[in-house]
């Protein structure tokens, strides 16, 4: 095991009908946010009114903005960060989903910046001042981003989409409300659950050594996520299987089970260029992304991936090992087709003549837009590499 720190601020509130308390729970933090939210669910489904008027009994006055898209857009962003610095908020209430949070965090980090916000997520600019303290109410499980330190935003003008960290963004308060997620289409739970999923693979397949909690816990976390996805499935108004997979989701993705581990996010990197240019859902994305990109580190560390199949997957070891990971990864690609994600590109709407390469240069880019020579994980995967797990998605 690596060393580490890890340090988790956020206050976590969980439970049903707790959407209704945001005032009084944020009136420790300020009294003035600008609230944001997507594309109107939240007025249709009443949320929105229920948070207004919380917001209003406990004196919290709020300016708004909507219009957040799946992918978020740094030109939203760019208006948001405007808007704060007019009305003087330094207090950001992100109503939503990851996207939203994503972006609500990309707002509280542009407004003290003196520069363009794009600029921090290329690695063109470093941030000097802290960002402002982001809160939320979760709409959506699946990213994570309630408890993460991490925001994703996308330049739809040059087609990247690109990710920043800092501890300061992990939100100050999360309000996780099982309640909110029974009218979610079965598109977006599944989605959800396959993000979810890969952000505890990409911390779990790994070469680092005595990690034997830290896996335990990520099987786990990977078993819960799996089973309650599918129950969801048939019950999507099984309140308490939503209250199991939201938490799967904050827990997959507040870095818990990295710790003391290298870690990936190739999965992620290759994924995003998808997203970043033909705007797929991410979760879809990654289902037919993730299948490929682990059939090719197989050879690389063959126990983990039998240690997977055996203890997640739930393949019998008294074989050989090819074959347990052979079916392992044959359960894994059912799991994504009973909850009836794509399965290959074609089912994205990619086409097979896509620029695979230039994507997979793209996905390689690290700080100040230069190439890395690779993306890290079990075993360095180059552009040519990448370009060859793309195109082994075209068609399975």
Same mark, same amino acid.
């Given at each position: 095991?690596l060393a580490f720190e890890y340090h988790n601020p956020t206050r976590y509130v969980f439970g049903e009908g707790e959407h209704r308390n945001i005032g009084s729970l944020? =009136? $420790?933090?300020?009294? +003035?946010?600008? /609230?944001?939210? #997507? !594309? *109107? &669910?939240?007025?249709? %489904? ?38 704060? =610095? $007019?009305?003087?908020? +330094?207090?950001? /209430?992100?109503? #939503? !989903? *990851? &996207?939203?949070?994503? %972006? ?293």
């Open positions: 095991m944020l =009136r $420790a933090f300020t009294n +003035r946010v600008l /609230l944001h939210y #997507g !594309g *109107g &669910s939240i007025k249709r %489904s009443g949320v929105y009114n229920t948070i207004a008027r919380s917001l209003e009994e406990a004196g919290i006055s709020y300016c708004e903005l909507g219009g957040v898209k799946p992918n978020p857009s740094v030109d939203l962003v760019r208006t948001g960060i405007e808007l704060c =610095r $007019a009305e003087n908020i +330094r207090f950001v /209430l992100a109503v #939503g !989903g *990851g &996207s939203v949070i994503d %972006s609500a965090k990309a707002i509280a980090l542009g407004v003290p910046h003196s520069g363009d916000i794009w600029n921090l997520y290329t690695r063109e600019e470093e941030l000097k001042t802290p960002p402002l303290p982001v809160a939320c109410v979760l709409t959506l499980p699946a990213a994570g981003s309630e408890n993460s330190p991490n925001t994703v935003l996308t330049n739809e003008e040059s087609t990247r989409k690109l990710g920043y960290g800092h501890p300061a963004l992990r939100p100050v308060l999360s309000i996780v409300d099982p309640t909110l997620f029974l009218t979610l289409p079965p598109n977006q739970m599944a989605n959800g659950a396959a993000d979810m999923l890969c952000h505890v693979f990409e911390r779990y397949f790994t070469n680092t050594q005595d990690t034997e909690l830290s896996d335990a816990l990520c099987e786990a976390t990977m078993r819960t996520i799996m089973q309650q996805a599918v129950l969801l499935k048939d019950e999507p108004g099984n309140v308490k299987a939503w209250g199991q997979l939201a938490l799967s989701g904050t827990i997959a993705h507040n870095n818990l089970l990295g710790v003391g581990r290298e870690q990936s996010w190739a999965c992620h990197a290759l994924e995003h260029e998808l997203s970043a240019v033909y705007d797929v859902p991410h979760g879809a994305g990654l289902a037919v992304i993730v299948p490929a990109y682990l059939e090719a580190m197989v050879p690389h560390n063959p126990g983990i991936f039998a240690q997977w199949a055996t203890n997640v997957m739930g393949v019998s070891p008294n074989r050989n090992t090819a074959e347990v990971i052979r079916e392992g990864l044959h359960r894994l690609r059912t799991w994504y087709r009973e909850l009836g994600l794509p399965q290959n590109m074609q089912e994205l709407g990619i086409p097979a003549e896509a620029d695979f390469a230039g994507m997979a240069r793209a996905a390689c880019v690290l700080k100040g837009g230069k190439e890395s020579p690779h993306l890290p994980g079990i075993y360095a995967v180059t552009p040519d590499e990448c370009e060859r797990i793309y195109r082994a998605c075209i068609r399975v």
